[in-house]
């Protein structure tokens, strides 16, 4: 398996644009999970489905941000409008609930909000 | 889910064995310890967990006290490549989210 997939991997933008982030996961897995890396925060859980329905998403800062999974083998991460305090490095990760397998990591995405 | 509380950051010799201390004085009964370790530029990536029992595979031990209120990684022979951050988590294994939340954790250097 090519383990979780996120792309882009780097995505530099002005302020104010419309960012996505995308995520495939491991297939069969049917947990998902967004987080985001901050040197001043370290890495904090935005947002997880369960079976591609959101279960929590308190995590989301604010509603410039938001996050979809129309099926099992993908999910986007919005941000509109996007602003500098956004530039994080966004990973995703996935999990076999059922089989309590452990959390996969993606690379992440490095945005850079200018 | 318990917090943990870990060192900022440790060096260790190329070659020696590298422990990396953890408390996790409010553990509940059903709680697990978790280690991940996240290398520069990478997504985390999981180690090793354990309930009470100590645990070893390809990567890591887990000694955990008998208490289960500290608990220590051991990388028994650390190599440059394991120069990274490493998170200590406890949370209730069998959790329908299966969420991790994580700490600052420790910044391991290994140096040659």
């Known amino acids: 398996d090519a383990g979780v997939i996120q792309s882009p991997r780097h995505e530099v933008t002005e302020m104010g644009q419309e960012v996505t982030l995308r995520c495939k996961p491991i297939s069969g897995h049917n947990s998902l999970f967004w987080y985001r890396q901050t040197m001043m925060r370290g890495l904090e859980l935005l947002i997880y489905f369960n079976n591609n329905v959101p279960i929590d998403d308190s995590g989301m800062p604010e509603d410039r941000f938001s996050a979809k999974m129309p099926n099992a083998s993908f999910s986007t991460l919005k941000i509109q409008p996007s602003e500098p305090r956004d530039s994080a490095v966004y990973f995703c990760?996935?999990?076999?609930?059922?089989?309590?397998?452990?959390?996969?990591f993606g690379q992440g995405t490095r945005l850079t909000v200018v | 889910d318990a917090k943990t509380t870990q060192p900022t950051s440790m060096d260790c010799a190329e070659g020696r064995a590298a422990n990396l201390p953890c408390n996790h004085s409010t553990i509940s009964g059903n709680e697990y310890v978790y280690w991940y370790r996240q290398i520069h530029s990478q997504g985390p990536q999981y180690i090793i967990h354990?309930?009470?029992n100590n645990e070893t595979n390809e990567m890591a031990s887990l000694i955990i006290t008998e208490d289960r209120k500290s608990s220590t990684l051991i990388l028994p022979h650390a190599t440059l490549r394991d120069t990274a951050v490493y998170y200590c988590?406890?949370?209730?294994?069998?959790?329908?989210?299966?969420?991790?939340?994580f700490g600052q954790g420790t910044t391991l250097q290994v140096k040659p």
């Open positions: 988590i406890v949370r209730v294994r069998a959790s329908n989210t299966g969420k991790l939340i």
């Open positions: 354990g309930l009470k």
């Open positions: 990760a996935s999990r076999h609930r059922e089989m309590n397998t452990e959390a996969f």
